[in-house]
């Protein structure tokens, strides 16, 4: 047995002022990652600061194609938002496959990008979209943000509080997920800016979510199925383990790919 103090924050400056008053604190949202890591004992933080009643943490904004989305909001708003649908339907369906309904129900999109779980979806439409990661100190380019294993350009205390991006001409999202927990066995995000093109790729990278360079100079050459017929995926830095090989994932990455572009 251990014990944790549970701390409501009404506020960002109250979840900051608890956060820097804790011997060992840690935030929570939804609760579906942490949760059961305390459960598990892989945590044991001496305070918990749940953050789901911070109401500058919530809603969903676009404006023309700017999209805006509070780090509070459940993958299940998203999966809902008619507003997200009118200018990147591609997140609307990303989202609507993650878990199972309580997961997308409790589950915050600002809790899963902290997360930066190898295996979830939200991380590889961040980086496929190049969206900003906007916390309670500054904003972080996305290509910054997800540095590696459940790691992340957030310091000590930094509260996330929403993601923002433009909305491409075109985005696709495929994904092969673990037939149990629905996480990601690979998925590949795909976006159409200009003449140029994004691909992010998470499930499959032993240093977590990564862009394809690859794919996305096929795509800037034409963004279809067909153009990227003649890419080759390498099996270095692609995970390998109890669900499937590095050369099976190195597989998956272009035939979802090829999906996300025909979705797109
Ligand atoms: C059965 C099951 C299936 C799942 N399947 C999938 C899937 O298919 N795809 C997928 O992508 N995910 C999946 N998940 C994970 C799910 O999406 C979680 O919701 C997500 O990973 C964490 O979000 P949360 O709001 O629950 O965060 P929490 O569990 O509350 O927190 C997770 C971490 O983020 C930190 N944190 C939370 N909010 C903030 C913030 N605003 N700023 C800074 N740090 C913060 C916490 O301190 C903690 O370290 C699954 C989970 C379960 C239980």
Redesign the pocket.
Known sequence: MYSTSYHRASSLEDAAKMIAGAEDG????????????LKQRL?QPSDLID?RHVSS?KGISVDGRSVRIG??V??AEVASSTAIAAVCPALCHLAG????P???H???????I??N?P????PAAMLGLGATII?DRREIAADDFFTGLFETA?EEG????AVAFTAPDKAGYAKF??PA????MTGVFVAQVGSGARVAVTGAGSDGVFRHGGLEAALASGFNPDALAGVTVETSGLMEDMHCSAAYRANLIKVMAKRAVAAA
């Not at 840690?26 to 890591?37: A, E, H, N, R, Y």
């Not at 409790?106 to 899963?112: C, P």
């Not at 930094?158 to 509080?161: C, L, R």
């Open positions: 840690k935030f929570v949202s939804g609760g579906q990652t942490l949760i059961s890591t945590a953050l943490l780090a509070g459940t993958h496959l993650i878990g199972d309580h997961v997308r409790m589950g915050t999109i600002g809790g899963s902290a997360n779980d295996a979830a979806d939200y916390t957030l930094e509260i996330i509080t997920p673990n927990s629905r996480y990601a």
